[in-house]
Nanobody, 122 residues
Framework: VQLQASGGGLVQPGGSLRVSCEASGRTVGSAAVGWFRQVPGNEREFVANIYWNSGNTLYAASVKGRFTISRDNAKNTVYLQMNSLKPEDTAVYYC????????????????WGQGTLVTVSS
């Protein structure tokens, strides 16, 4: 499974941004896609995930109510809509594929995209 993340950029506090993750290759091996984020010097942090078939989702407490994860199975693409952005949301956002049960641990994801930078600043 190959993952291509896109859509990052600079946005003002309180603004919105949508990042995308397109999956290609042996996508039958992907049961769920998660978004993680990382700031230099910190561990990679779980943001949200979604299962391709059921659409079930899971969110980190820090983003619940502000971020929405969705998928378009026909396009093999997962989206992360980010609203009410805060400076502390600034990070490189990575998408990752899980072959089965997916929770908040990066260890449950076996393929990773290259990351897209989101900067929240005035």
């Amino acid at each position: 499974v190959q993952l291509q993340a896109s859509g990052g950029g600079l946005v003002q506090p309180g603004g919105s941004l949508r990042v995308s993750c397109e999956a290609s290759g042996r996508t039958v091996g992907s049961a769920a896609v998660g978004w993680f984020r990382q700031v230099p010097g910190n561990e990679r942090e779980f943001v949200a995930n979604i299962y391709w078939n059921s659409g079930n989702t899971l969110y980190a407490a820090s983003v619940k109510g502000r971020f929405t994860i969705s998928r378009d199975n026909a396009k093999n693409t997962v989206y992360l809509q980010m609203n009410s952005l805060k400076p502390e949301d600034t990070a490189v956002y990575y998408c990752a594929s899980s072959p089965g049960w997916a929770n908040q641990s990066p260890r449950n994801y076996n393929y990773w995209g290259q990351g897209t930078l989101v900067t929240v600043s005035s």
